[in-house]
């Protein structure tokens, strides 16, 4: 079996784990050597949904699963999963994130959806909706954006930034279940009770490039001290976010406090904070019933929906 097989065997597994009956897609986008590639499920409103890291689009499925009444295009990034490739440097990747996720709208035929994003998936989806308003209808941010208000990963992570010691690191702890569990644990997670997920990470992490990619994006987002000034959320970008903003944040998220998080919802015009009183940066994995609680209204109001 090769490492395509292996992930999308995986992806499959964990979408029929969750009865999340998504298809793949293939767009063609310029910003990428290869297509782009999306999962697609439901009907109804559209809402893209943007992973972190270098989590393939897959990891959303427990919260796809919440989103009944909603049309939902989860989005492998450039190199990871089985999206196409792009050089990611820190001079050029919010052109990078604004361009791939224009275009894949563009492809897609999604004038101004509604946007779910995650971590750098969050940081992403801010780009665009500071560069291309006209694009985003409303925000949902799952976890601290990456980099926001004086944030930065954590030290593991920072360490594997430097070139030849993150060369060295990734060898000495190759994909595998334990690797996948350590990691999350770091963020707040425990994935004791998701094999299917911890599977579907172990494979994308597998896949060809993907281990050159991950080191590549840390060392264009953060420095060994934190993260790259070209990189930061400041509170002055923040503040000229015009679209609605819900903010879902986890107690333990390793990435930022839920002071962060309060501060945020204060800075954003329009913004709301909901603090779940467990999970860590990927709370939905855990407890996708709590994060949709607050996360289905905002969609619904957003969209003109307001079904209870």
Known sequence: MTAHDEFSAAQASLLRRHGVGAESHFVDVPAVEGPAHVLITGDGPPVVLVPGFGDPAAMWAPLMAELDGFRLFAVDRPNFGLTGRAAQRTATLRQL?????????????????????????????????????????????????????????????????????????????????????????????????????????????????????????????????????????????????????????????????????????RVIPDAALHVLRDGGHIPWVAQPGEVAVPLVPFLRTRSGRTRP
Not at 183 to 202: I, K, N, Q, T, Y
């Open 97 to 265: 994130a604004v361009g791939f996720l224009g275009q894949v709208l563009d492809q897609l035929g999604l004038e101004r959806p509604l946007v779910i994003g995650n971590s750098i998936g969050s940081l992403w989806s801010i780009w665009l909706a500071l560069d291309r308003p006209d694009r985003v209808a409303a925000m949902a941010h799952i976890g601290c954006p990456a980099f926001a208000l004086g944030t930065s990963a954590p030290a593991p992570m920072r360490l594997l930034s430097i070139r030849p010691l993150g060369r060295l690191l990734m060898k000495l702890s190759p994909p595998s279940p334990q690797q996948v569990e350590r990691f999350a644990r770091m963020v707040g997670e425990d994935l004791s009770g998701a094999p299917e997920l911890r599977d579907l990470l172990v494979a994308a992490q597998k896949l060809p490039g993907v281990p050159a990619a991950i080191l590549d994006l840390l060392h264009a987002v953060v420095r060994l001290r934190g993260a790259r000034p070209e990189i930061a959320l400041t509170k002055e970008q923040l503040a000229r976010i015009r679209q609605p903003v819900l903010l879902v944040w986890g107690a333990r998220d390793a990435f930022g406090p839920v002071e962060v998080g309060r501060e945020a919802a």
